[in-house]
Nanobody, 115 residues
Framework: QVQLVESGGGLVQAGGSLRLSCAAS????????MAWYRQAPGKEREFVAR???????NAADSVKGRFTISRDNAKNTLYLQMNSLKPEDTAVYYC?????????WGQGTQVTVSS
């Protein structure tokens, strides 16, 4: 059974930092492209950042220079370091694992940034 379990969300003031984690089980983590998405109230889910199996990354323009995605294949864990948080970063953040036709999602973790 595949599980992606996010953690690390919470309430933080604008300008603060949070580190999200996504622990994966039930998959061979290494070859998967891992990503973070987010969904704010009343909005569609949007791409945040992605890291390929080889370590290459890309991120949405809205978070470039503030968010850093990384992965630890030995721990089957994905991370998202979020700095200089803004109220518009408030959303539920979801972990995604993709490999060919396999596509898995976590349940999400809430991030709330107060002004």
């Amino acid at each position: 059974q595949v599980q992606l379990v996010e953690s690390g969300g919470g309430l933080v003031q604008a300008g603060g930092s949070l580190r999200l984690s996504c622990a994966a089980s039930g998959i061979s983590f290494d070859p998967y492209t891992m990503a973070w998405y987010r969904q704010a109230p009343g909005k569609e889910r949007e791409f945040v950042a992605r890291i390929a199996s080889g370590g290459g990354t890309n991120a949405a323009d809205s978070v470039k220079g503030r968010f850093t995605i990384s992965r630890d294949n030995a721990k089957n864990t994905l991370y998202l370091q979020m700095n200089s948080l803004k109220p518009e970063d408030t959303a539920v953040y979801y972990c995604n694992a993709r490999y060919f036709t396999s596509n898995f999602w976590g349940q999400g973790t809430q991030v709330t940034v107060s002004s």
